[in-house]
């Protein structure tokens, strides 16, 4: 299925920006791993999309990488550098203890609209820069601004969250991680949670970043975006690798395997419904 | 209006306020110790630690199954008897509010703190913020917000328990009422209700104000 494995001992691929060799997750009175023997590479300025139905793993792999959840076996390496090293007996483990400089190198946007509700936009965007990063107050909220006019939300600097769509959390949510300068980020399934016209304003946002050479890990449901953004494509399933293609357009058209073939089909068939309304 | 000559006596008013005085004096100093006292056992009681936890639990649970009276009467002729410390009446009185507001407090800030949720923290980390920055940037903050109707509640009943001062010997605005009273039972019997009356007034116009900034709270951050 894959030969990915065939590079474990040689660690992290040359010009990834994230590695994940051999991820191992598993919870505390669980005998099934959520994800087992993952490994991928995410090499510098490229998409990776990763599909699959629900509860297959893919949001715990986001979080594993996030450091939220402690990891019982494998690697994860960023630009080369091994970040996370599974223990096993981890399970109870909190968060990761990497260093909070480490944490602003990976930036993550959750499903759920998680702005900071005690802060305006503005704070929001400018906390970790100010607060982590030491940087100059005047340098951090011209940046800010130039951010909120990229996502066309400059206007909306004072605003407090509850005064906000979702979408426009979303973006902002965006913004909020960006402004770090992550090597990666991590977006899981940003629009789930979103109403039907307002998916397709963060979705143009992720886009633009893609074009603008950014490194991403993008979990979502929404194949047609997944087809149009993917350089490299995962389909997990139970905690496995199902499938793995660097030719997204192949994976979506004739993909490999007759479980990938099953699962796509399911969204054919919600599109070919829907049209016929 | 039989006896209300009572209250324009010369000294009658102005001892009443100074008796008033002092239970504000109470529960003012109460209250504000109260806060970090709460803020820091309701922050023990979210800690993961078992023998913190315990004692917690155990510090909570006396302050409330005791009755407040009792804990006065421990405070005031037990530490003097078992400890040979000596606190007057109204350092007493102080001592077992900020004990009693303290774990009421605490168990409402606890309970902010776990209504926060779990991805608030989660956000921060991933941004960098270390526990601590977390910790006073997004958790505490929003955990206020939620704390501060029922606070302000706990504020009221603290002031109104004051009254239990009277039982160690403090002349507070009770007592002062009850000693005019009694001073003028021949001349004014009908004296008593006017009096009490008026220290009625005085612990409404003390927790009303309360009342009303708990109320506008509550509607203001319903919606956030």
Known sequence: MTDIDANVSAGAAKGAALSVRNLVKQYANADRRVLDDVSFDVPKGRVLVVVGPSGSGKSTLLRTIAGLEPIQGGQIALEGKVIETGKPGSEKDGRSARSSELRTHIGMVFQSYDLFPNKTVLGNIMMAPLLVQKRDKAEVEREALELLGKVGLADRKDSWPHELSGGQRQRIAICRALILHPEVLLFDEITAALDPEMVREVLDVVIGLAQAGQTMVIVTHEMRFARAIADEIIMLEDGHIVEQSTDPERFFTEPETERARQFLRTFEFERASHDQQ | ?224
């Open chain 2, 1 to 224: 209006m039989q006896g209300a000559e009572i209250l324009l006596l010369p000294g009658v008013m102005p001892r009443l306020l100074q008796g008033l005085w002092v239970t504000v004096w109470i529960a003012a100093v109460s209250v504000i110790v109260s806060v970090p006292v709460g803020l820091l056992v309701g922050w023990l009681m979210t800690l993961k630690n078992p023998v913190v936890r315990v004692l917690m639990r155990i510090y909570l649970d006396f302050i409330r199954i005791m009755p407040q009276l009792a804990l006065l009467f421990l405070a005031y002729y037990g530490f003097a008897r078992w400890f040979d410390w000596n606190l007057d009446a109204t350092g007493a009185c102080v001592l077992v509010f900020i004990l009693w507001g303290g774990a009421e407090l605490g168990d409402l800030v606890r309970g902010a703190l776990q209504s926060i949720p779990e991805i608030q923290a989660e956000s921060a980390y991933v941004l960098g913020l270390t526990g601590w920055q977390s910790f006073v940037h997004v958790i505490l903050p929003q955990a206020l917000r939620r704390l501060l109707p029922a606070s302000v509640n706990l504020a009221t009943r603290i002031v109104k328990t004051t009254s239990l001062a009277v039982l160690l010997g403090v002349v507070e605005v009770i007592k002062v009422g009850q000693q005019i009273i009694d001073a003028n039972r021949f001349q004014y019997p009908d004296g008593t209700l006017w009096i009490y009356g008026v220290i009625f007034f005085m612990y409404f116009i003390v927790c009303w104000p309360l009342s009303i900034v708990a109320r506008r709270l509550e509607k203001r951050w319903a919606n956030d």
